[in-house]
C-alpha cells in the first residue's frame, strides 16, 4: 500500500516535471511567432494608450523630434548622440523630461533619484 502511494507521487512528479517542460518549450515557440508577437504588442500599445504614456510619446514625436538637432538630443547623462529616447517625468507633461541614451533610460526607470542633478528639459515653455 504504502509502497505504491509513493509510486503514484513519482508518477505525479515526473509528470509535473513533464508538462512543465514541454509548457515552457511552447512558451518559446509562441515568442517566435509573427502573429503571437504582432497580438503581444498590440495588447501592449492598448495598454501603453491607456496610461497615457502613448498619448505622451504622440505628443513629444509630433512636436519637438523634427526640431532637436542629434546635438539637442544626446543623452544627458553620458553624452551618447546615438538613438537617444525622450524620458518623461511625468506623462501629463509630454515637453518636460530628459533626453537619455538606452542604457541610461532604463537605469532612470529603475532609479529616479540619478537625475536629480540633472536639469530636465522644458519644451513646453518655448512653444
Ligand atoms: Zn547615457
Ligand atoms: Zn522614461
Known amino acids: 500500500m504504502n509502497n505504491n502511494s509513493e509510486k503514484v507521487k513519482e508518477y505525479h512528479k515526473s509528470y509535473y516535471q513533464e508538462n512543465k517542460?514541454?509548457?515552457?518549450?511552447?512558451?518559446?515557440?509562441?515568442?517566435?511567432?509573427?502573429v503571437w508577437r504582432r497580438a503581444r504588442s498590440e495588447q501592449r500599445?492598448?495598454?501603453?494608450?491607456?496610461?497615457?504614456?502613448?498619448?505622451?510619446?504622440?505628443?513629444?514625436?509630433?512636436?519637438?523630434a523634427r526640431k532637436l538637432t542629434v546635438e539637442d538630443k544626446k543623452c544627458q547623462v553620458c553624452g551618447e548622440l546615438d538613438g537617444?529616447?525622450?524620458?518623461?517625468?511625468?506623462?501629463?507633461?509630454?515637453?518636460?523630461?530628459?533626453?537619455?541614451?538606452?542604457?541610461h533610460h532604463r537605469e532612470a526607470h529603475k532609479d529616479p533619484g540619478?537625475?536629480?542633478?540633472?536639469?530636465?528639459?522644458d519644451y513646453g515653455q518655448s512653444q
Open 21 to 34: 517542460q514541454a509548457y515552457l518549450d511552447r512558451e518559446e515557440k509562441k515568442k517566435l511567432d509573427p
Open 45 to 64: 500599445k492598448a495598454a501603453e494608450k491607456k496610461s497615457g504614456k502613448y498619448w505622451a510619446r504622440r505628443k513629444y514625436g509630433d512636436l519637438i
Open 114 to 121: 540619478m537625475l536629480m542633478n540633472i536639469k530636465a528639459k
Open 84 to 103: 537617444t529616447q525622450f524620458h518623461h517625468v511625468d506623462y501629463l507633461e509630454p515637453l518636460f523630461g530628459y533626453h537619455l541614451c538606452i542604457k
